[in-house]
């Protein structure tokens, strides 16, 4: 073997080690904007921990799942969930990873935070140009006791497609029959009247800069910002605060046993304490991967987050499935995902 | 022994060659690209096209639940906010070349013109947050409400300023959009006014005109060329600006007649909807949008061109 091929088996070997380690290391991932912030942080301390790494694209829910199609990703994260059928169709597995709520905010002269009480019809018919003042009847019976100003009502809403709309449109889609059939529900629908303002930062600000707006933000940024949110109605008759415990009473409350294809919309859910506008975020998965060892170390990845990233998750406002998800998600992995015949992913 | 070295001379004869394939290949470049962009842009738009047919350039309607799209209002929403912006941009603009070419003291040149540069490169992220922030809440408590109140009343014209004042909408974007553009077209206006020969506006003055008519009759139909150019740079900016105008225009897909209600435009529309948007149609409808910008801008373009040699015609004669 002369010097030259010496150099090249040299390089060649190397190359080959150094695409083995990354292929071993990292996993990719993308989808979701929602999740973002819990899942980089998640990644931090996981590549602290054990020094694999997690590169994830936070391109938006649709361009997630077009990429997992793709099969450029790992894995793909949707904050809709994807219909049994479609899943079927292109063989993938969804589960539930985190929990978020969406929350209503007004800006009326008088009324602080928790202080309004709103049901879903009102909001409806308020986002459907029905409801047009602050005084209008309907609200004040929700309210006796707040002094309510004529002011007009300016819905804002979110003008980015978003899991925050979909969630939002999905439950007045629910608590208003002509909400649902003149608008429906979607990551962005046509709104009849009202403002679109960009992100959740457009919209506090449209609702905190306009006399008598009405919008809503996820739950971390009306906390953040102290807005002044509303309390709701919830499918039980219950009135309900925003808060991590209503929104995972929203979760455990839900039957996930028998959702096909963990397809379950969480707003809306009964229970006294479920808050109604929540929402879990998923992600997506291949059952069959051709990649087994990627997803093995995905999945491994996520099942520390459900054991050890639940702080942080609460930290950032974010909410923890309840235990009793996570051991269901645990076993439609063990189950479910195999490649050759073996199960990818066997951890307790 | 010969003046020019014969190898010398063949080394250089190939460098000419090579040089000069090279730009060739830089020039294709630009057609290749472009081609590659019209024909993915209609690919990608197919679907929405097939479905919809001409109904996609005519319908108000954008309905993602439903999956009926139609691109009139952001069409719309394109056309008059650019208008808005060259109404404002285009007086200001030439003020501000004429002044710094003709009037202005030398000890304000530098200062006024950096200024204006540096307005250039501030990015368009910048523009819309400050818009959002700043601009509108002074549009929505001091502006709007006078204009509503003195100008809405007003048959005709009063139609155009109707309604709540929001702060944000079709007017608040086109005010943004001007600023946005008025370097562009006050450094292309003041470069082409300081390439009038001095001895034209010395005769003009020498023959007892004054600073007006010099303008007018010297500066101005000297550069009219470079006058449109600038114009068309500034109004192509106008049609194509996604991200401060999405932050201000108050993103509906609907036409009003009030400039304060709030509307889209093409490019923030896809901006906003495009990272969540799910399905075929929906995608394809979103791609039809750039689609429909790439013939605007184009035809804009076109029709820029098609002035431009008429007025040199024109100057010929």
Redesign the interface.
């Known amino acids: 073997m002369n010097t030259l091929q010496r150099i090249a088996f040299a390089a060649a070997a190397c190359l080959g080690l150094a695409a083995g380690a990354v292929a071993a290391n990292d996993i990719s991932g993308a989808g979701a ?1 929602f999740p973002y912030p819990i899942y980089a942080k998640w990644a931090d301390a996981y590549k602290k921990l054990t020094g694999i790494g997690l590169n994830y694209q936070s ?5 997630g ?1 077009k990429q997992i199609k793709a099969k450029t990703v790992t894995f793909g994260a949707s ?2 969930p994807l219909k049994p059928d479609d899943l079927k169709a292109a063989g993938l597995l969804q589960f539930p990873m985190i929990i978020g709520g969406v929350v209503p905010v007004v800006n009326i002269k008088g009324v602080g935070p928790g202080q309004l009480h709103l049901d879903g019809a009102t909001i409806a018919a308020i986002y459907l140009g029905d409801i047009t003042k602050w005084d209008d009847p309907q609200i004040k019976r929700l309210n006796p006791k707040v002094a309510l100003p004529g002011t ?1 009502i ?1 819905p804002v809403y979110r ?5 925050t709309n979909f969630l939002f449109s999905d439950y007045l889609s629910k608590a208003s029959p002509k909400f649902g059939t003149t ?9 009849p009247i ?5 992100g959740n930062e ?1 919209v506090a ?2 609702t905190t ?2 006399d008598g707006a009405i919008g809503y933000v996820e739950y971390a940024y009306a906390k953040q910002n102290k807005m002044s949110y509303t309390q709701l109605t919830n499918k039980s008759g219950a009135v309900v605060s925003p808060s991590a415990e209503s929104f995972q009473a929203a979760a455990a409350n839900a039957d996930w046993s028998k959702a096909d294809s963990y397809y379950l919309i969480l707003t809306d859910q009964a229970g006294a304490k479920s808050w109604p506008i929540t929402g879990a975020s998923f992600i997506l998965v291949y059952r069959q991967p051709t990649d087994s060892v990627q997803v093995g170390e995905a999945l491994k990845f996520f099942a520390w987050a459900y054991k050890d990233g639940a702080a942080m998750a609460s930290e950032l406002d974010y909410v923890p499935l309840p235990a009793a998800l996570i051991d269901q998600v645990k076993k439609t992995w063990r189950t479910e995902i195999s490649a050759g015949g073996h199960p990818v992913w066997s951890g307790p | 022994m010969a003046i020019i070295d014969p190898r010398h001379a063949a080394k250089q004869l190939i460098f000419e060659r090579v040089f000069r394939s090279a730009t060739l290949m830089a020039a294709i470049l630009v057609l290749v690209i472009l081609g590659g962009v019209a024909i993915s842009l209609l690919h990608g738009s197919w679907p929405a096209l097939s479905h919809f047919g001409m109904h996609f350039v005519t319908r108000e ?6 999956e009926q799209f139609g691109a009139l209002s952001a069409i719309y929403g394109t056309l008059v906010t650019s208008t808005i912006a060259m109404a404002i941009a285009v007086p200001v603009g030439f003020g501000i070349a004429l002044f710094l070419t003709e009037l202005c003291p030398p000890l304000l040149k530098r200062p006024i013109g950096v200024a204006v540069e540096l307005l250039a490169a501030v990015p368009s992220i910048i523009f819309g947050i400050w818009g ?2 700043v601009l ?2 002074v549009l ?1 408590r001091h502006v709007q409400p006078w204009l509503i109140e003195h100008v809405g009343p007003v048959p005709g014209i009063g139609k155009l300023f109707m309604g ?1 004042p ?4 079709i007017l608040t974007a086109g005010f943004v959009l001007a600023i946005m553009v008025l370097p562009f077209i006050a450094a292309t206006m003041r470069d082409v006014f300081d390439t009038v020969p001095p001895m034209l506006k010395e005769s003009g003055y020498g023959l007892g005109a004054t600073t007006w008519e010099v303008i007018w009759k010297v500066v101005v139909p000297h550069s009219r060329v470079g006058i449109v150019g600038g114009v068309m740079l500034g109004l192509g900016r106008a049609l194509g600006e996604t991200m401060a105008v ?2 201000v225009i ?4 609907r036409i009003s007649t009030s400039l304060l209600a ?1 509307g ?1 435009t093409i490019s923030s529309a896809i ?8 399905g075929d149609l929906y ?1 394809s409808s979103l791609i039809a949008l750039g689609l429909l910008l790439f013939l605007i801008t184009f035809s804009v373009i076109a029709a820029a061109q098609a002035m431009l040699r008429r007025l040199e015609r024109r100057a010929a004669l």
């Not at chain 2, 309607?61 to 439903?66: A, C, D, G, K, L």
């Not at chain 2, 929001?166 to 909408?169: E, K, T, V």
């Not at chain 2, 901006?271 to 799910?278: H, L, R, Y």
């Open positions: 904007t391109i938006g829910s649709g361009g799942i904050d809709m007009a300016a003008s980015d497609g978003s899991g608008i429906g529900a979607n990551s962005s629908v046509q709104w009202g403002i679109g303002a960009k457009g600000n449209m800069q306009t | 309607i954008w309905n993602p639940v439903t959002l922030f509108a809440p929505q709540p929001y702060g944000i909408g999405t932050f108050g993103n509906a897909h709030p889209t901006a906003n909807e495009f990272t969540e948007a799910v995608t």
